[in-house]
């Protein structure tokens, strides 16, 4: 099952009409199906409202936590197995390659700290094997990490990374070899949802990386999220419209951050935008955990898109 298109002057029409094909799926209907749902009744905005409504009482296991103390359902194998295949048929699991040779930028983006080490690892080599214009643009934020993530990042010997930003800064340096910052910059420090950061690196023979940490746009309540990183640097790269711009992220996020990007980049800027989750075949420069996907994850996931795109759909519908 496809995602909406994300090629440069893809037009609203034809987004909504992604959005409609993948939310109206075989495989998602199954799925309300098999949690005791009835599919919603109306037009697209009804459906996803519905959908919005049903999955956070069926499927959000986080509620309000962070994903690693999510509660993780138990399913009997026929339900485990139905929502696996659902999520491989609404592109949940499978790596992909790019479809490109060449992009205008290279996007990366954070989580949790096993996950900003693979996916640097993934994007260097990404950076050697297809050409990149502009820059290599990792995006993270202030986020405190835990004490699984400290003591995983000690194992590892990747010692002094307090935040999410300090373990993507780690892992740029180790993929592509960098060594100190050619800039940086940064906003007041004074409180962690309103700080901001910039670190350029200039690789040999790579393009230059840019690590960035954005502030909350809604500080008083929350840390920066996905879209406020995504958002923050497009104003500093001064995105154009028609760049192909190339994101990487789990495949278990896909879906989810795709949709995200469309609403943020695409929409707004007229940038064309294809997601690729990290290929499970390419390793870290230090040995990392590879985590647990289970059923309920890949729940909570959908659920996760399904917001995404009624998001997506808002602003398609009444920009």
């Not at 496809?2 to 209907?29: I, N, Q």
């Not at 995006?139 to 993530?149: I, K, N, Q, T, V």
């Amino acid at each position: 099952m496809e995602l909406p298109a994300g090629v440069a002057g893809t037009s609203h029409a034809e987004l909504l009409s992604g959005v409609r094909s993948w939310v109206e799926s075989p495989p998602l209907r199954g799925l309300v199906a098999r949690f005791g749902g009835d599919w919603p009744a109306g037009d697209l905005t009804a459906v996803l409202a519905g959908l919005d409504v049903f999955s956070a009482r069926r499927w959000d296991f986080r509620q309000g936590r962070e994903r690693p103390d999510a509660r993780e359902p138990a399913f009997d194998p026929g339900t485990a197995g139905l929502v696996l295949a659902a999520a491989t048929a609404l592109g949940l699991v499978r790596a992909t390659p790019p479809a490109r040779s060449g992009y205008a930028h290279l996007l990366v983006l954070g989580g949790l700290a096993h996950a900003c080490l693979r996916r640097t690892a993934y994007a260097a080599l990404l950076a050697r094997t297809a050409r990149v214009a502009g820059e290599v643009a990792v995006l993270g934020s202030f986020r405190p990490l835990s004490e699984a993530e400290s003591a995983m990042l000690a194992a590892a010997g990747v010692p002094g990374c307090a935040t999410e930003v300090d373990v993507l800064d780690a892992g740029v340096r180790l993929a592509f070899g960098a060594d100190e910052p050619a800039r940086e910059s940064g906003g007041p420090a004074d409180h962690p949802h309103r700080a901001w950061s910039s670190r350029t690196y200039r690789p040999a023979g790579l393009p230059p990386v840019r690590v960035l940490a954005a502030p909350s746009s809604e500080p008083e309540r929350r840390r920066a999220h996905t879209a406020d990183t995504q958002r923050f640097w497009a104003e500093h790269v001064r995105l154009r419209a028609g760049d192909p711009v190339l994101m990487v992220t789990a495949p278990i996020y896909v879906p989810f951050q795709h949709c995200d990007a469309l609403r943020t980049l695409a929409v707004p800027y007229g940038c064309g935008i294809e997601t690729v989750g990290v290929d499970p075949a390419a390793s870290a420069p230090v040995p990392v955990p590879e985590p647990t996907l289970t059923p309920g994850r890949y729940l909570q996931e959908i659920r996760s898109a399904l917001r995404s795109m009624r998001a997506l759909h808002a602003a398609l519908t009444t920009g």
